[in-house]
Protein backbone atom coordinates (compact mmCIF):
# COMPACT_ATOMS: atom_id res chain seq x y z
CA UNK A 1 0.00 0.00 0.00
CA UNK A 2 1.11 3.43 -0.87
CA UNK A 3 0.09 6.99 0.58
CA UNK A 4 -0.46 9.92 -2.35
CA UNK A 5 -0.18 13.18 -0.10
CA UNK A 6 -1.00 16.56 -1.68
CA UNK A 7 -0.51 19.99 0.03
CA UNK A 8 -1.79 23.63 -0.16
CA UNK A 9 -1.99 26.39 1.99
CA UNK A 10 -4.48 29.24 3.16
CA UNK A 11 -4.75 32.03 5.46
CA UNK A 12 -8.34 32.71 6.48
CA UNK A 13 -10.35 34.87 9.33
CA UNK A 14 -12.10 33.34 12.27
CA UNK A 15 -13.11 33.48 15.39
CA UNK A 16 -13.83 30.29 18.09
CA UNK A 17 -17.07 31.08 20.46
CA UNK A 18 -20.35 29.13 20.53
CA UNK A 19 -22.83 32.42 20.21
CA UNK A 20 -24.81 30.50 23.16
CA UNK A 21 -22.13 31.42 25.49
CA UNK A 22 -21.07 34.97 26.88
CA UNK A 23 -18.04 36.67 25.95
CA UNK A 24 -16.03 36.10 29.20
CA UNK A 25 -17.35 31.97 29.01
CA UNK A 26 -16.06 31.52 25.08
CA UNK A 27 -12.93 33.24 26.90
CA UNK A 28 -12.39 30.85 28.60
CA UNK A 29 -12.61 28.30 26.27
CA UNK A 30 -11.31 29.44 23.85
CA UNK A 31 -8.50 32.18 25.23
CA UNK A 32 -7.42 34.92 22.64
CA UNK A 33 -8.64 33.00 19.36
CA UNK A 34 -12.44 34.02 20.91
CA UNK A 35 -11.11 38.07 20.43
CA UNK A 36 -14.79 39.47 19.29
CA UNK A 37 -13.24 41.01 15.96
CA UNK A 38 -11.94 37.68 15.12
CA UNK A 39 -8.40 36.67 14.04
CA UNK A 40 -6.14 35.12 11.33
CA UNK A 41 -4.29 32.09 10.46
CA UNK A 42 -1.66 30.33 7.66
CA UNK A 43 -2.85 27.15 7.97
CA UNK A 44 -0.91 24.09 6.32
CA UNK A 45 -3.21 20.93 4.67
CA UNK A 46 -1.83 17.93 3.75
CA UNK A 47 -4.74 15.41 2.37
CA UNK A 48 -3.54 11.66 1.58
CA UNK A 49 -5.05 9.10 -0.27
CA UNK A 50 -4.01 5.37 0.46
CA UNK A 51 -4.16 2.72 -1.96
CA UNK A 52 -2.22 0.56 -4.47
CA UNK A 53 -0.64 0.61 -7.35
CA UNK A 54 -3.44 0.46 -10.74
CA UNK A 55 -1.32 -2.05 -12.73
CA UNK A 56 -3.04 -0.05 -15.38
CA UNK A 57 -1.79 3.43 -15.07
CA UNK A 58 0.95 2.50 -12.65
CA UNK A 59 -0.22 4.89 -10.10
CA UNK A 60 -2.00 4.70 -7.29
CA UNK A 61 -3.88 7.94 -8.47
CA UNK A 62 -3.44 10.98 -9.89
CA UNK A 63 -1.29 13.31 -8.22
CA UNK A 64 -2.83 16.43 -10.80
CA UNK A 65 -6.20 15.07 -10.32
CA UNK A 66 -6.18 15.07 -6.40
CA UNK A 67 -4.78 18.71 -5.75
CA UNK A 68 -7.22 19.87 -8.29
CA UNK A 69 -10.43 18.65 -6.09
CA UNK A 70 -8.68 19.98 -3.06
CA UNK A 71 -7.44 23.80 -4.94
CA UNK A 72 -11.33 23.57 -6.35
CA UNK A 73 -13.80 21.97 -3.30
CA UNK A 74 -11.52 23.45 -0.64
CA UNK A 75 -8.84 25.88 -1.14
CA UNK A 76 -10.59 28.11 -3.38
CA UNK A 77 -13.71 28.09 -0.98
CA UNK A 78 -11.60 28.94 2.39
CA UNK A 79 -8.27 31.19 1.19
CA UNK A 80 -8.83 34.77 2.22
CA UNK A 81 -12.42 34.23 3.77
CA UNK A 82 -13.63 34.47 6.94
CA UNK A 83 -14.52 31.00 8.13
CA UNK A 84 -17.78 32.21 10.04
CA UNK A 85 -19.68 33.89 7.47
CA UNK A 86 -17.88 33.48 4.19
CA UNK A 87 -17.39 29.50 3.87
CA UNK A 88 -21.00 27.91 3.85
CA UNK A 89 -20.13 24.21 4.89
CA UNK A 90 -18.38 25.80 8.27
CA UNK A 91 -21.66 28.28 9.32
CA UNK A 92 -22.65 27.11 12.51
CA UNK A 93 -19.46 25.63 13.41
CA UNK A 94 -16.87 26.85 15.63
CA UNK A 95 -13.80 26.81 13.33
CA UNK A 96 -11.39 24.64 14.44
CA UNK A 97 -9.05 23.02 12.91
CA UNK A 98 -11.11 19.81 14.08
CA UNK A 99 -14.14 20.88 12.34
CA UNK A 100 -12.61 21.80 9.53
CA UNK A 101 -10.52 18.37 9.02
CA UNK A 102 -14.03 16.92 9.43
CA UNK A 103 -15.93 19.32 6.90
CA UNK A 104 -12.59 18.93 4.25
CA UNK A 105 -13.07 14.84 4.45
CA UNK A 106 -16.97 14.97 4.32
CA UNK A 107 -16.21 17.12 1.11
CA UNK A 108 -12.94 15.69 -0.47
CA UNK A 109 -13.96 11.88 0.61
CA UNK A 110 -17.00 11.11 -2.39
CA UNK A 111 -15.06 12.83 -4.97
CA UNK A 112 -11.09 11.13 -4.99
CA UNK A 113 -10.09 9.39 -7.90
CA UNK A 114 -8.17 6.28 -6.90
CA UNK A 115 -7.38 5.01 -3.82
CA UNK A 116 -9.23 6.05 -0.78
CA UNK A 117 -8.65 9.10 1.60
CA UNK A 118 -6.92 8.15 3.92
CA UNK A 119 -5.95 11.56 6.53
CA UNK A 120 -6.21 14.97 6.24
CA UNK A 121 -3.80 17.04 8.42
CA UNK A 122 -4.44 20.73 9.44
CA UNK A 123 -1.41 22.44 10.72
CA UNK A 124 -1.36 26.52 12.33
CA UNK A 125 1.65 27.64 12.61
CA UNK A 126 3.75 24.67 12.31
CA UNK A 127 3.44 23.09 15.22
CA UNK A 128 -0.03 23.23 16.06
CA UNK A 129 -1.15 19.88 13.98
CA UNK A 130 -4.91 18.11 13.76
CA UNK A 131 -5.51 14.71 11.52
CA UNK A 132 -8.36 12.93 10.99
CA UNK A 133 -8.46 9.55 9.76
CA UNK A 134 -11.82 9.89 8.77
CA UNK A 135 -15.31 8.51 10.35
CA UNK A 136 -13.65 4.74 9.99
CA UNK A 137 -10.54 4.27 11.33
CA UNK A 138 -7.50 3.90 9.81
CA UNK A 139 -6.26 0.74 11.73
CA UNK A 140 -9.48 -0.89 10.18
CA UNK A 141 -9.45 0.35 6.93
CA UNK A 142 -5.81 -1.17 7.01
CA UNK A 143 -7.01 -4.41 8.23
CA UNK A 144 -9.87 -4.81 5.91
CA UNK A 145 -7.23 -3.57 3.01
CA UNK A 146 -4.86 -6.25 3.81
CA UNK A 147 -6.89 -9.01 4.50
CA UNK A 148 -8.73 -8.07 0.95
CA UNK A 149 -5.31 -8.64 -0.55
CA UNK A 150 -4.48 -11.68 1.36
CA UNK A 151 -7.67 -13.26 -0.22
CA UNK A 152 -7.26 -12.30 -3.31
CA UNK A 153 -3.55 -13.82 -3.25
CA UNK A 154 -5.11 -16.83 -2.25
CA UNK A 155 -7.66 -17.42 -4.62
CA UNK A 156 -5.58 -16.37 -7.98
Not at 94 to 105: G, I, L, Q, S
Amino acid sequence: MFLIKVRCTFSCALRLYRPDLTDEQNRAIYGVCSNPSGHGHNYDLEVAVAGDIDPENGMVADFYAIQKLVDEHIHDKVDHRNLNFDVPFMRGLVPTAENMAVKFWEILEPLVPGGRLFYISIAEKNNNIVTYFGPKPAAQYLQETSAAALTAALNS
